[in-house]
């Protein structure tokens, strides 16, 4: 198994959907709609049968319960060819799909969903964490205050996108997972949110936002080692996070506390 594949096979379980179907070694995620990353299925290993078929069975699945086929690409990445290949606008990338391309082994998939009309979308770049990096607990500015909690508050759910309110799913996606679910609070009002979840010797961080008005402070920064904080003492050694490759700011902020680019991935969703 390629190393960036072996990477997905951790993280995967940190946002699995409601539940999952095999095909051979393949996980096809089903999480009724809510986010791609719970509703795509990931293609690594032996489907146990020729690609074409796997992928219409693939298909059959997601069709029967009313979702967009859709697959979870892992790439290969090198700094020089990560976020800050980017225009400063964050909004287009320089040779994208030459400079992220899969393994050896998901390029054969990747030339049967071309094929059969599947779309990509934007890359995702997974950043790790070393050990010997250690995270001291950030001393939060006057006014800011953290709560750390096992299900989501009132709070951190008023910090969630538009489409957590109006997804029926989205709280069962959500806590599909056991996670420590991190809010940042300024006085009475929720300013931030993160989201950490615990698997074997990794710790995965997500959803981490601070609001717009806030931004540049340095609070995304401490509420990142925080959470990295947190996973040290949950009996982990590993850090793992997921960053759009269009959020040049926030891949460039991990960079400069340690993270590391790994790889990545992106969807490829069937062309309706």
Same mark, same amino acid.
């Given at each position: 198994? !390629? ?129 010997? #990096? ?42 599909? !997972?056991?996670?420590? +679910? ?6 009475? !009002? ?5 989201? #950490? ?5 990794? +710790? ?24 990295? !904080? ?9 850090? #793992? ?32």
């Amino acid at each position: 198994m !390629h190393p960036v594949e072996r990477l997905h096979s951790v993280i995967w379980r940190a946002w699995p959907g409601l539940f999952q179907e095999r095909l051979g070694d393949w996980v096809i995620r089903i999480g009724q709609g809510f986010t791609q990353r719970a509703n795509s299925a990931l293609p690594i290993g032996d489907p146990g049968l020729p690609l074409d078929q796997a992928v219409a069975r693939v298909e059959e699945i997601y069709h029967h319960q009313g979702l967009t086929p859709s697959f979870q690409i892992p790439f290969n990445i090198t700094m020089s060819q990560s976020a800050d290949s980017m225009t400063s606008e964050g909004t287009k990338i320089l040779g994208l799909w030459e400079k992220f391309s899969p393994p050896a082994s998901q390029k054969p998939l990747d030339l049967v969903l071309t094929e059969r009309h599947y779309e990509k979308s934007t890359p995702v770049i997974i950043q790790t964490l070393k050990p010997e #990096i250690d995270i001291d607990p950030p001393a939060w500015p006057s006014g800011f205050t953290a709560e750390w909690t096992r299900t989501p508050t009132a709070g951190w759910i008023s910090r969630s996108k538009p489409q957590f309110h109006t997804h029926p799913y989205a709280l069962a996606v959500t806590t599909a !997972h056991p996670a420590i +679910y991190l809010t940042l609070w300024r006085g009475h !009002h929720a300013v931030g949110h993160g989201r #950490i979840s615990i698997i074997d010797d990794w +710790y995965n961080i997500s959803d981490l936002e601070v609001a717009p008005h806030l931004r540049g402070r340095g609070l995304g920064q401490s509420m990142l080692r925080f959470l990295a !904080h947190l996973g040290g003492h949950n009996g982990t050694n590993f850090g #793992i996070l997921q960053v759009e490759a269009s959020n040049v700011r926030a891949a460039r902020l991990y960079r400069s506390l340690g993270w590391q680019d790994q790889g990545g991935y992106y969807f490829r969703s069937l062309d309706a």
